[in-house]
């Protein structure tokens, strides 16, 4: 079986440098592209890797345009599986002999998506093992193997969502297709889903993922935009999150940001814009 990766890079940090070190040497290649915009510098070590096929993207377009090039190179390659990792995010690399027992042990004609799981999933860990597979739809970006055989028969990442949800479109579309999608919820990445934030609710402290407003206007688009026009069975899976994206949850989100009227006015145009099928990188007006 032939494993390949893939990790998007935006203005990183040196760090990136380790967090690949976790994974690579379990992958026959790894595929680097790179949306940043300006100069990383150490850039070249990770271009002299051996193992890695650096893409510049000459710019940012978007982590779903990325995603679906890369996913291109390896299928195109003749790779069986793709994982994808967050710039962020660190594999847990003692567990990669594990995760490569349970898909050598998988019907490739079956399944579309594995992840691994993050603290912030809605899926607890159990006792049932580290090689044990809980079936779930929605599977994040960040610890996934792609079954690139299973892509083939979709349609695939849609580059024009730019960012945010670029991942539920995907695991929707193969669920659609019959393809079971997999978490193993014992295994975990270490993964940021936002900048962290901690609540005071009197004797409660509670934590959330806090997140730019621009960030919010992708999210809001894409979800308005993939329901509007997602097929009566695609609705199905996708309604699964709807009560994430109400009208009182954006009003909840916009109050607990500190940029308060920017975010409620970038969920705003982010509705209107999913509504209208406008797509593609958001120019500040």
């Known amino acids: 079986m032939k494993i390949a990766g893939t990790v998007v890079l935006y203005n990183p940090r040196e760090e990136i440098i380790e ?54 190179l390896a299928a195109e390659e003749g790779y069986d599986f793709l994982l994808s990792m967050d710039q ?16 050598n042990q998988l019907d490739i004609n079956k399944v579309g998506l594995i992840g ?16 044990h597979l809980q079936e779930y739809p929605f599977i994040i970006t960040s610890g996934a ?18 960012m945010d949800l670029v991942d539920y479109d995907v695991s929707v579309q193969l669920c659609i297709k019959d393809y079971k999608n997999y978490i193993m919820p014992n295994l975990f990445i270490e993964h940021n889903l936002g900048e962290v934030q901690t609540i005071n609710l009197g004797f409660i402290k509670k934590k959330r993922s806090s997140h730019s407003p621009i960030r919010y206007y992708y999210m809001y688009r894409n979800f308005y935009y993939l329901f509007k026009n997602g097929s009566k069975e ?8 709807r009560k994430d994206y109400s009208f009182i ?9 500190k940029q308060h ?17 406008k797509l593609g ?3 500040e007006k």
């Open 19 to 72: 967090n690949i070190s976790t994974y690579l040497p379990f992958l026959d290649k790894l595929y680097v592209m790179d949306n940043s915009t300006q100069d990383v510098p150490f850039i070249k070590k990770i271009i002299k890797t051996p193992k890695i096929k650096y893409v510049s993207m000459h710019g940012n377009k978007g982590i779903a345009k990325a995603l679906k090039d890369a996913t291109d």
């Open 249 to 257: 949850n954006a009003i909840k989100q916009s109050i607990l940001e």
């Open 261 to 277: 009227i920017k975010t409620w006015k970038m969920i705003r145009c982010g509705i209107r814009d999913g509504k209208n099928n």
């Open 281 to 283: 990188e958001y120019i």
């Open 145 to 162: 193997f792609l079954n690139l055989k299973a892509y083939q028969n979709i349609d695939g990442y849609n580059a024009n969502l730019f």
């Open 88 to 103: 962020d995010s660190k594999f847990p690399t003692k567990n990669f002999n594990i995760v490569e027992k349970i898909l």
């Open 116 to 131: 691994l799981n993050y603290s912030a999933s809605k899926i607890r860990g159990n006792n049932k093992g580290e090689d």
């Open 234 to 241: 695609y609705k199905k899976f996708i309604k699964e999150i």
